[in-house]
């Protein structure tokens, strides 16, 4: 690997993770469209637009692979219900007041990847990474008793994205073919869904205003793009670097839903995001250790 192929690497990493980070401005934009149309959309363009992408520069070829092997199939048909419960969760939570609480679900998913690696990958935790998760548990179990509530939009979006990524591991297929396939697989649904609406007549696909409707058109490309810069980072440098630029996003989040949009930090919420910040510093620093570690032997 060349040095300027790891810097491309780590231009495409902070790429998706910013674009990830500032998406809830272009859902804001669609705040007057419900979030279960806003996901029929992204279903449909997104579609459209790998098709248009991998007639340029290629993949069909495995496309069709997949078609052949019903076990992958089956895989992908489970990754992409999870995702889609993911989009259409982050889309309800950005659109009606819950933006704090989806940057808390990504900063506490790095901590559900760990957990989930003990259990069904195999691997062991380190002391640290002990800590970490025990810190993380602490904080929820502070806000469910002391303030009688629990961060459900968050576990929701940190867990369906941690249990995505787990399947879609086992699954091996890289990230344009797997989107492809799992849009591919939701298209008959989403397009069932929309003739059911039609046929009751109880049907707004389409029927908003001009830049309503160009602003739906491009749910395709902001999905897309950002999965496919990560795509593409994740081949040029490594995962333990690519894990460290994952808290753009969330950060980015956090600062939109404070600052521009003027949600509520509660003390509730104020603490939960405490016990996760101290969580993800000691899990931070476990990983650089870790690192520093290996590099000596």
């Not at 704090?100 to 990958?121: E, K, Q, R, T, W």
Request: with cysteine.
């Amino acid at each position: 690997m060349t040095q300027n192929e790891h810097q491309k690497g780590i231009a495409l990493a902070v790429c998706a993770y910013v674009l990830w980070g500032i998406a809830p401005i272009y859902f804001k934009l669609l705040e007057s469209v419900p979030a279960t149309e806003i996901l029929l959309h992204r279903v449909i363009w997104s579609f459209v637009f790998m098709i248009v992408l991998m007639s340029f520069i290629g993949g069909f070829s495995q496309f069709r692979q997949l078609f052949r092997k019903p076990k992958k199939l089956l895989v992908l048909a489970c990754t992409s219900v999870l995702i889609a419960f993911n989009w259409l969760l982050f889309i309800w939570a950005v659109n009606n007041e819950h933006m704090l609480d989806a940057s808390l679900g990504y900063f506490i998913n790095p901590l559900f990847n760990v957990v989930l690696g003990m259990l069904f990958l195999g691997e062991r935790l380190r002391k640290l990474q002990w800590v970490a998760v025990t810190l993380a548990v602490i904080g929820v179990v502070i806000q469910l008793i002391s303030f009688g509530s629990i961060p459900i939009v968050s576990i929701a979006l940190a867990s369906s994205f941690a249990i995505y990524g787990l399947v879609r591991k086992k699954a091996n297929v890289d990230a344009k073919t797997g989107l492809l396939v799992e849009t591919a697989l939701l298209l008959p649904v989403v397009i069932g869904y929309v003739f059911y609406q039609f046929a009751v007549h109880d049907v707004a696909f389409m029927d908003h205003p001009l830049d309503t409707n160009f602003i739906l058109l491009m749910a395709g490309i902001v999905t897309s793009v950002p999965l496919l810069c990560f795509a593409g980072a994740a081949i040029r440098i490594p995962l333990s670097m690519l894990g460290f630029f994952q808290y753009i996003g969330p950060s980015l989040m956090f600062i939109l839903a404070t600052f521009l949009y003027h949600e509520p930090f509660t003390a509730e919420k104020a603490t939960t995001f405490g016990f996760i910040w101290l969580a993800l510093i000691i899990f931070v620093s476990d990983l650089l250790l870790t690192r520093k570690r290996r590099q000596q032997q």
